[in-house]
């Protein structure tokens, strides 16, 4: 390893530390009472998501759904019907005001919104046991964030999303999955791209983005020593299902099978319809 390949590791391993963390979330808080912004949702009222736009944004996050239909690069599994995709509860769709506060929140440095977008994961962690039929304790493994987006936005936006308690029954097991040494850039210019590719293709494409840690290791020697929980991943965004095929790849060479996922918001393509809804009959 050069120099520069050196000094870059560094610097991924100096913006991932509790401290640079903290300094980060104080910044931005800070910056928010100092210069306070309009509403990302109407932009002419102040605040984070003013009054007249949280119940509209709040609706569309009220009932969480099963979104694993038209995600075609999930890892599958199999059961009695034959090979199906693993199973994902979503609080939203992505469109309309959730997209809108979703994209200010990671994109537009406007982390505040992040408190009108936890409750709708709370809902859709709650709902788990009634749309995937799992019972708990649950843990959570969240996506981890790249160095490379926590330097470009100076937020992790999943890590914001569970912040605070859990609902009852859930933990949250973060470090158990860390992103692989970045690829040469032709390379992760192919393993982005899902144009023309076919589902199982989409499946493998980055299939070895994340890789395993010792704390996967030491926490699941733990459990076994006592009563082994159910494991969920949890992402901001599932689009293909690509990112959570990695996890799920990455889960697996650790020695852990898990039994589905969880994620703020949807991109249902065209003509995906039909999804389950809670208390949809």
Not at 112 to 127: C, D, I, N, T
Not at 164 to 193: K, N
């Amino acid at each position: 390893m050069d120099t520069r390949q050196r000094l870059a590791t560094l610097l991924d391993s100096a913006v991932h530390t509790r401290t640079a963390r903290s300094l980060a979330s104080a910044s931005r808080e800070l910056t928010g009472l100092l210069l306070p912004s309009l509403c990302v949702l109407c932009g002419e009222r102040d605040g984070a998501v003013c009054p007249e736009c949280a119940p509209g944004l709040a609706a569309e996050t009220r009932q969480p759904f099963r979104a694993e239909r038209g995600a075609a690069a999930l890892p599958l599994r199999f059961i009695e019907q034959g090979p199906a995709p693993v199973p994902v509860v979503a609080a939203a769709r992505y469109g309309a005001e959730a997209s809108r506060a979703l994209l200010a929140f990671k994109d537009h440095g406007r982390s505040s919104v992040a408190r009108f977008l936890r409750p709708a994961v709370y809902r859709a962690l709650e709902a788990v046991p009634e749309l995937l039929g799992l019972t708990g304790p649950f843990t959570l493994v969240p996506v981890p964030g790249s160095a490379a987006g926590f330097r470009r936005r100076g937020i992790d936006p999943v890590e914001e999303l569970l912040r605070g308690p859990l609902p009852r029954g859930w933990m949250a097991a973060r470090g158990w999955v860390s992103h692989r040494r970045p690829s040469p850039p032709a390379v992760v210019r192919q393993r982005t791209s899902h144009a023309g590719t076919g589902s199982r293709q989409r499946r493998s494409v980055a299939r070895d983005r994340f890789r395993p840690t010792h704390r996967l290791t030491a926490g699941f020697v733990g459990s076994a020593r006592r009563e082994r929980p159910t494991v969920v991943v949890f992402d901001d965004v599932m689009t293909t299902g690509s990112t959570l095929s990695a996890m799920w790849r990455a889960l697996e060479l650790g020695g852990i099978s898990p039994a589905g996922a969880v994620v703020l918001a949807s991109v249902a393509p065209p003509g995906a319809v039909g999804d389950e809804g809670l208390n949809s009959g």
